[in-house]
């Protein structure tokens, strides 16, 4: 099934710098479709020169922008989010083509990202500071707050277009001017919101995509340069490492949004229907490709059955097909090297004496990037798929006896974005909860992300947060005021 947009001027093929989409110097690469591997786009490749040059706009753009009144940017970033939600259905069919999950997971990608602008415009007419009491009768302690600068940002493919409006609408919000630089495998989504941006009437240099194959070079230019005062990237945390060492030289501002391995905990006082629908939510969202997606599935001993059955049931009929089939629930997973990892974690598991319950392999008459839901049991700690982000269909199953024993499996990880549990004990919510070492909870809940919500994690799984009216002050700085003479 093909699916025609409507506005046809929302398909780009290169880079949008200094308010103009940049002819190609440095040849060009294929966007493809995963569903089929069909060519959707050749997209010119950035060079160097180009970087520098977006770098410099920003830079010029960010002396103006900074002192455009609060009112006038909360008004264009309005302007702009009417324009996603009006296109929202040519942004989702972008979206599905070049990433591949369903049509209906993109459209509510396109309302969810749009949403972060709505937010962040409104928290632009809130970007306050404070007057503290002074230790001396003749002084006054004022506290402004200040944007940090040019920020500049590298994105991933799983959700290409609300990746960057979580962080380019706080940083527009804030009086910031914005670079990303988006994964060359789903580029269009971010060059799409730049012709919106530019519709929008944002002033040239504010917003600016970068598109190429060539992440180092990019990457290096972004981290390193000393204009740009402040980093933001979401990606793996090995990744998010390198990157961070690179921003040690500039001394620059940084947020890091990186991996995750999200426990879901099933007590023997949950509500099992509300648990496996929870569960279903988290796990099989845009085929497992999430950050906050459901890793490791720790049970109780007293409900594992009685669980499991249900489980079993529910994922036994969900639907696997290409994004723009309207009966699909999964899509096929970005690329082969995805796949090829998902193979990797289920025979080190099958090899060490996990159970396989269904899937388990690719369905082959879909294609080669279709993996088929899957669930094993008799998982143990130490298994690969149990210490590693899986980023596929597969749920992976441990049983426990005791709160403790949960609680201990829960933080045994070096990452700490997400988590889950189900419980109807209002004593044992709260002593969980506390328990867990995660930036963020769901609680007897399997969706937990929206624009009112501070997105982010502890220890190995990053640095700040994203959204909520925490999500301004990563773009802030603080400028302290000591008046005095005043008595």
Request: with cysteine; proline share 4%.
């Amino acid at each position: 099934m093909s699916y025609t947009l409507q506005d046809q001027a929302l398909l780009k093929h290169s880079s949008f710098i200094q308010g103009q989409f940049s002819p190609a110097f440095a040849g060009h690469f294929a966007v493809h479709n995963p569903a089929d591997g069909s060519l959707v786009a050749l997209v010119a490749q950035v060079d160097s020169s180009q970087v520098q040059q977006a770098i410099h706009a920003a830079d010029q753009a960010f002396a103006l922008w900074r002192e455009t009144p609060a009112a006038q940017r909360a008004a264009l970033l309005r302007r702009w989010q009417a324009l996603m939600l009006q296109h929202q259905q040519d942004l989702a069919i972008l979206l599905t083509l070049e990433q591949g999950k369903s049509l209906q997971e993109a459209t509510a990608e396109i309302a969810y990202g749009a949403s972060y602008v709505s937010w962040f415009a409104d928290e632009a007419l809130r970007m306050n500071g404070a007057v503290l009491p002074a230790l001396q009768s003749s002084q006054q302690i004022l506290v402004l707050k200040e944007p940090v600068g040019v920020v500049s940002a590298i994105t991933p493919w799983n959700f290409p277009n609300a990746m960057i409006l979580r962080k380019a609408a706080a940083a527009l919000a804030a009086g910031c001017s914005f670079i990303v630089k988006p994964s060359e495998l789903t580029p269009l989504s971010a060059l799409a919101l730049a012709e919106l941006a530019q519709r929008a009437g944002l002033p040239s240099g504010v917003f600016q995509v970068l598109v190429g194959t060539q992440a180092a070079m990019i990457g290096q230019h972004l981290t390193s340069d000393e204009r740009i005062a402040k980093f933001s990237f979401t990606g793996s945390t090995a990744v998010g490492k390198l990157l961070l060492a690179q921003c040690a030289s500039t001394v620059k501002k940084v947020s890091m949004e990186l991996g995750g391995n999200a426990p879901f905990i099933v007590f023997d006082d949950a509500d099992l229907d509300a648990a496996v629908k929870g569960l279903m939510a988290a796990k099989f969202r845009n085929s497992g490709q999430t950050c906050v997606c459901v890793n490791r599935v720790l049970v109780h001993s007293a409900v594992y059955e009685s669980f499991l059955a249900k489980l079993v049931k529910a994922t036994a009929a969900l639907v696997l097909a290409p994004g723009l089939d309207p009966n699909c629930q999964l899509g096929p997973l970005i690329n082969q090297a995805a796949v090829d990892k998902v193979h990797r974690l289920l025979d080190d598991a099958l090899e060490q004496g996990a159970e396989l319950l269904l899937g388990g392999t690719i369905d082959a008459d879909l294609g080669p990037l279709f993996f088929q839901p899957t669930i094993l049991a008799d998982v143990t700690p130490d298994m690969a798929v149990s210490q590693q982000e899986i980023f596929g269909p597969v749920l992976a199953l441990t049983v426990f006896d005791t709160e403790q024993e949960a609680i201990e499996l829960a933080n045994n990880s070096p990452t700490g974005l997400a988590g889950y549990f189900y419980s109807q004990s209002v004593a044992r919510v709260f002593r969980v909860a506390k328990a867990l070492q995660l930036g963020m909870v769901g609680v007897n809940e399997g969706l937990i992300s929206n624009a009112a919500a501070p997105f982010g994690g502890v220890k190995e799984s990053g640095l700040g947060r994203e959204g909520s009216v925490y999500g301004l002050d990563d773009y802030c700085e603080l400028k302290y005021l000591c008046l005095g003479g005043l008595s």
